[in-house]
């Protein structure tokens, strides 16, 4: 069953415009996690955050967790036209089961 | 890095006949690890767990008997879509997990695309 739902479900910007991706999700997380997807292939992490954790960094990217809300944010700044993929995030509950949200379609606009 | 090697990367079978699909951990050890299907421009389901040296654990709504998922040693869990059909056209995805210190690490197949005629 699916947890987590993207907001938005597709997202086309600028290039050089920041995007932003959010996340709620439903039970108990022992992390979550962002996952980028281009057409047609596998996965590929991006980031994780922990439960205990409220933000994070790397590179372009920063997420954000708040568990209060269950929720969590992936921000891409400067973006790019090689940034056009859909954004997946998951949860990890205790059982190490990850279960991946809906989905954003980025694209970025040349 | 960790990587995980699934195989075939592409596929296209019969309708009625049977597909396997390999996931290996190339330098680790997984006792778990996940299937997971994809419909074009959905998110990942959770089909199941594949468990080393005992059965699958099914999601709510997979049917165990056409998705036959075997984990015969640590680094190898085999789903095989038994008796295909169009329907059963989708990405398939499967990750394998790593202990670590500080929790574990899942690691992706790069994905299965089955397409049944």
């Known amino acids: 069953s699916q947890q987590g739902e993207e907001d938005p479900q597709a997202l086309s910007i600028q290039e050089g415009e920041n995007a932003t991706m959010n996340c709620s999700y439903k039970?108990?997380?022992?992390?979550l996690q962002w996952y980028r997807q281009n057409s047609g292939r596998g996965l590929v992490h991006l980031i994780l955050?922990?439960?205990?954790?409220r933000e994070k960094h790397s590179g372009r990217l920063r997420v954000t967790l708040d568990t209060s809300k269950k929720s969590s944010s992936l921000l891409i700044t400067a973006s790019r036209a090689a940034d056009t993929a859909s954004y997946f995030c998951?949860?990890?509950?205790?059982?190490?089961?990850?279960?991946f949200g809906k989905g954003t379609r980025l694209h970025i606009l040349p | 890095g960790a990587v995980v090697s699934q195989h075939p990367s592409r596929v296209i079978c019969k309708s009625g006949t049977s597909v396997k699909i390999e996931c290996r951990s190339l330098?680790?050890?997984?006792?778990?690890m996940f299937w997971y299907r994809q419909f074009p421009k959905k998110s990942l389901m959770l089909m199941a767990t594949s468990n080393e040296g005992s059965k699958a654990t099914y999601e709510q709504g997979v049917e165990k008997d056409k998705f036959l998922i075997n984990h015969a040693s640590l680094t190898l869990s085999t789903l095989t879509v038994t008796s295909a059909h169009p329907e059963d056209s989708s990405f398939y995805i499967c990750s394998a997990h790593r202990l670590r210190v500080r929790g574990t690490e899942a690691f992706f197949g790069q994905g299965t695309r089955l397409t049944v005629v």
């Open positions: 330098d680790f050890q997984a006792t778990t």
């Open positions: 039970t108990s997380i022992n992390n």
């Open positions: 955050i922990r439960s205990n954790e």
């Open positions: 998951a949860t990890v509950d205790r059982d190490d089961k990850i279960i």
